[in-house]
């Protein structure tokens, strides 16, 4: 009776092992339908609260009117195709133009990279250090610098790949719209799927946790995107650094990465200005540094309020683990999933102490 009862265990254990394999292969293996779906999240969760207030109930004389849920949506995309337009209209042809010139620039300025290696170089032999380790300090300069080329080839392979996503320009709206037009009656389903009573409060409890927790991070985030991107462009501008447009535009995607994303935009910011001057390299360095101080503890804060729970060190190593997981799509993913796993702790701890 026990090797019968020992073998059901081992069985047990050995088809739970397998069921999650499959699962961890299978969400590595969508990771991209996955990261369609979150981006479609952003963009609902975005545009979410100009729907609300379009749909808000507007008196006319004595009556009461409202407007329909799918007119809302239409007015709003409407209006968001507008601004897109302009916005296009007005940054393209400069953004291309900046582009071109970069690109036209880049063997000069790789030509520099090589040359501050070699004036890296030159200096443990300038200040008559020990042979041994002008050799050690050598070769760890020479190490960096090649690691340093190499992220960087490797990061403009990852922007050229981006454009393999361009499509879901057209897809993530598509997609959107039905999730904003029926997301509630979804949810609606999934409770009444649910038995009465205590069960289906409970559910409704998480999921109005998971919503609102999402909704924070994602519209704290998109903002904090548009306003450091847009900031960036314009201060690097006024400071007379090149390419202000697309280290702007740099700036706000590399925004969704914290700390590692700051960082490589100061780095690569200041080796582009350290091409003009040393001066102006050290002033960039000064302007982003005093920026990421007043967003990181003035900005950020406000806009992402109370409503997420998550220390800085989560999200930090969320997003590192997503990256190291799953690329561009597991950096994307992170921060949702860690918050997913924070609200289902909450709510689980809950449960633990109600029953006790």
Not at 82 to 87: E, M, N, P, Q
Not at 143 to 167: D, H, K, N
Not at 301 to 306: A, D, K, W, Y
Not at 320 to 342: D, S
Request: charged fraction near 15%; hydrophobic fraction near 55%.
């Amino acid at each position: 009776m026990d090797n019968q009862w020992l073998r059901q265990i081992v069985v047990q254990v050995i088809l739970l092992g397998a069921a999650a394999l499959a699962g961890i292969w299978l969400l590595y293996a969508l990771r991209k339908i996955f990261l369609l779906l979150a981006l479609t999240i952003f963009f609902c969760y975005f545009i979410s609260p100009i729907i609300e207030f379009i749909e808000r109930p507007l008196r006319i004389g004595r009556s009461v009117r409202r407007a329909p849920h799918t007119l809302a949506i239409g007015i709003v995309y409407l209006l968001l195709f507008g601004v897109v337009t302009l916005a296009l209209e007005l940054l393209l042809p400069l953004l291309s133009e900046q582009v071109g010139a970069l690109a036209a620039q880049a063997p000069s300025y790789a030509e520099r990279l090589n040359q501050y290696a070699q004036h890296l170089s030159s200096l443990p032999g300038r200040y008559h250090l020990p042979a041994g380790w002008q050799q050690t300090v050598r070769d760890g300069l020479n190490a960096t610098f090649v690691g340093a080329m190499t992220w960087l080839q490797s990061g403009v392979v990852r922007v050229v790949q981006l454009t393999l996503y361009l499509p879901w320009l057209v897809l993530i709206p598509i997609l959107g719209f039905f999730l904003l037009k029926d997301g509630k009656a979804f949810t609606h389903q999934i409770l009444i799927s649910l038995p009465d009573g205590d069960t289906r409060r409970r559910a409704a409890n998480f999921l109005n946790d998971v919503s609102r927790t999402l909704a924070a991070y994602i519209r704290a985030q998109l903002l904090a995107c548009l306003i450091v991107g847009t900031v960036v462009a314009i201060g690097l501008r006024l400071l007379g650094t090149p390419y202000s447009l697309v280290l702007g535009v740099a700036a706000a995607v590399l925004e969704f990465i914290p700390l590692v994303g700051p960082l490589s935009l100061a780095v690569i910011a200041a080796l582009v200005a350290s091409f003009e001057s040393w001066r102006l390299a050290l002033l960039v360095l000064a302007f982003l540094g005093l920026l990421r101080v007043i967003e990181d503890y003035v900005i950020y804060p406000r806009l992402i309020g109370r409503e997420v729970e998550m220390h800085p060190l989560v999200v930090i190593l969320a997003v590192l683990c997503g990256a190291e997981l799953g690329g561009i799509a597991g950096v994307f993913l992170a921060v949702p999933v860690a918050a997913l796993l924070v609200v289902s702790l909450k709510h689980w701890r809950g449960m633990r102490s109600s029953a006790g």
